[in-house]
């Protein structure tokens, strides 16, 4: 059989080892994305081991205590300077830290001290849902049909795990409203990064909502006292693992992949943080893996992907 012409030229005139290079940085991209995924899907599981030791308040300031050096030294090393914001501007930064960063943890381990990890991780999966749905109420941005499919269902994912047989019990559906709520101050600090007039580098930014969101929350922590009860060991490696993991190592994953990637395709990569929330609940922690979970966390991941899809032209 005679040989083939040899024709390394091939696919828009590279050669296929060029074409791999090429393709190098953007599959960087997709594992830093979703190993900061990962993370953020873990702070569940994490949450629900530190709402059994903790106060809300008290294990909030101590996350940020602990992450604060971190950004801190970051942002020396970077030779990153903070902002001086307008009076406007540093009234959004307080309320975007009372939300994203007080606000949201606490809820989060209060909900976790009444409802599964796992519900919680298919509810925090709704987080770019919610996010949209807040920017059409508030914002008034003119939803895409898309769009609206897509926060029906995450609605129905949501509903999936609140509606379902032995779930309709006084505690969880308080747990699942915190967890929502929760989810929903966090797409509140989205949307206030909106209305800042001048842009705020993200490392920079992260380092002001952690500094900020420990000095509204030392106060409330003081109030809880929680000196009077003994900590055991396995809480007190949860809270570093929260402050550290997800919140400084999460925080530089994410940017390393977005940087790597478009818009569209870091968006679909939050789908990873709700699948690991309910695996790691279900490989962990021991808990059960219903119908109306699986159901939940399917029609959350096609809500997301929805999601992405509709902001790809915007």
Do not use: H
Not at 25 to 48: D, F, I, R
Not at 77 to 105: C, E, F, K, N, W
Request: glycine share 10%; net charge positive; with cysteine.
């Amino acid at each position: 059989m005679p040989a083939l012409p040899c024709n390394p030229v091939q696919d828009g005139g590279r050669p296929p080892a060029l074409r791999l290079a090429a393709m190098i940085p953007k599959l960087e991209g997709y594992l830093y994305l979703a190993l900061a995924m990962a993370t953020v899907g873990s702070t569940v599981v994490v949450a629900k081991l530190i709402a059994a030791g903790l106060p809300p308040f008290t294990a909030t300031a101590l996350r940020l205590g602990l992450a604060l050096p971190c950004f801190v030294l970051l942002m020396i090393r970077a030779r990153a300077a903070l902002p001086r914001p307008d009076a406007r501007d540093a009234l959004i930064l307080l309320v975007q830290a009372i939300a994203g960063s007080v606000a949201y943890t606490t809820l989060l381990i209060a909900g976790l001290t009444l409802t599964s990890a796992a519900n919680a991780g298919v509810i925090v999966g709704t987080l770019p849902v919610v996010s949209a749905g807040i920017a059409i109420l508030l914002l008034g941005e003119r939803p895409r049909p898309a769009l609206l499919g897509a926060i029906a269902l995450a609605a129905g994912g949501v509903l999936a795990i609140t509606l379902r047989p032995g779930a309709m019990d006084a505690r969880s559906l308080a747990g699942n409203t915190l967890v929502l709520a929760a989810v929903m101050c966090e797409g509140l600090f989205i949307l206030l990064n909106k209305r800042l007039r001048r842009t705020i580098a993200p490392l920079a930014q992260s380092t002001l909502m952690t500094g900020l969101g420990l000095a509204v929350a030392i106060v409330p922590a003081a109030v809880e006292q929680p000196w009077i009860n003994a900590i055991d060991a396995t809480v007190i490696w949860a809270i570093v693992y929260y402050a550290l993991v997800p919140t400084v190592g999460g925080y530089l994953l994410w940017y390393a992949g977005a940087a790597r990637v478009s818009g569209a395709e870091a968006a679909l990569f939050t789908a990873v943080a709700p699948v690991t929330a309910v695996l790691l609940a279900f490989v962990l922690l021991g808990e059960a893996l219903g119908a109306g979970q699986i159901l939940g966390i399917g029609l959350v991941l096609i809500a997301v992907a929805g999601t992405a899809r509709a902001g790809t032209g915007s």
